[in-house]
């Protein structure tokens, strides 16, 4: 099969840049991403190829600030899809008790929690930093018929994982109607049956009953602003878990969080990224 390589190269180059421009171009049938210095190699059938649908991706891209340019190339024939499994998404295990995969995995560790994650790219497959932190946070507290919120869901890997460990009802919510889709798509992939997924923000929690538990990881200066209505949903005892920020940006997490009557609990950090769990007191 003939295909076009296109390589994309993006400034600055994020790793949310790069999952967005793969959301959007696998919307004009690009199939495989490999991510790569400064931007991404995509690539589509020659067949399927429009060049003025990827004009008008790139000009309505929906982030702000990004310049993002691209060069066409022939590739020699090979399977791209294989290609970018290999490449981009491999199954990882955390805290040796919870495996990531998606369907396209056929070899993958067995574990006690066994998510699988449809491959496209939204932000949420386990390997960031913030998103393993999470994960291990979860795989360690009591979730049993618990309430669960998981803001900035992404994927849903978040609230898939408390479903898997009890929490019940579980409600997710992102502002990015991509990450609503696939939340829906991971879901349902994982056979759970009590999450509800919602489009919007913050603004959407209120008057709602609190939730025994919060997950938000999204980034510090979302957080800031939008402690004050997370606090709204909570009660004494409530816990909440933020990611999404770094190491120094933890003492303004804290103190926002403790002007709001939450505790801080402590903290976890790779490679800088750190994730805090307050609970309200
Ligand atoms: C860093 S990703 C985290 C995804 C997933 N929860 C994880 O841990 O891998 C942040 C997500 O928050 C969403 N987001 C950004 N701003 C938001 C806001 N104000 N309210 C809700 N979601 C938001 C983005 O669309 C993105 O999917």
């Known amino acids: 099969m003939k295909y076009v390589e296109v390589t994309f190269t ?20 690009f199939e495989s991403f490999v991510p790569v210095e400064g931007g991404m190699q995509a690539y589509i059938q020659q067949s399927q190829f429009d060049e003025e649908a990827l004009k008008a991706v790139l000009a309505d891209f929906p982030l702000p600030d990004i310049a993002i340019t691209y060069t066409l190339a022939e590739p020699e024939d090979k399977d791209w899809n294989e290609e970018w499994e290999k490449n981009f998404f491999q199954p990882i295990v955390i805290d040796d ?14 574990a006690e929690y066994d998510i699988v994650i449809n491959p496209q790219m939204a932000f949420g497959t386990g390997h960031h930093e913030t998103t393993s932190s999470i994960l291990g946070e ?37 502002i990015d109607d991509w990450c609503v ?16 997924v919602e489009l919007g923000d913050a603004s959407l929690l209120e008057g709602r009953k609190p939730f025994d538990v919060i997950i938000a990881n999204i980034n510090r200066n979302i957080l800031l602003n939008d402690l004050p209505a997370y606090a709204a949903c909570m009660h004494s005892g409530s816990e909440i878990y933020m990611s999404g ?3 120094e940006d933890i003492p303004a997490i804290r103190e926002k969080g403790e002007s709001l009557g939450m505790r801080f609990v402590h903290h ?5 990224w ?7 007191e």
Do not use: Q, W
Request: net charge neutral; glycine share 4%; aromatic share 4%.
């Open 10 to 29: 993006a400034r600055p180059c994020t790793e949310i840049v790069t999952d967005v421009l793969a959301a959007l171009t696998a919307e004009i049938g």
């Open 245 to 247: 920020f770094y190491v």
């Open 181 to 196: 889709n696939n939340s829906r798509d991971n879901i349902a992939l994982n056979h759970i049956d009590n999450i509800t």
């Open 268 to 272: 976890r950090e790779k490679h800088n």
């Open 97 to 110: 008790r919870c495996v990531i995969h998606s369907t396209f995995h056929k070899d993958y560790p067995k």
């Open 274 to 280: 750190a994730a805090v769990k307050l609970v309200m």
């Open 138 to 174: 979860l795989l360690e507290a009591d979730l049993k018929g618990k309430s669960v919120l998981d803001m900035g869901c992404g994927t849903s890997i978040l609230a898939i994982l408390a479903s898997m460990r009890g929490a019940d009802p579980v409600t997710a919510i992102d």
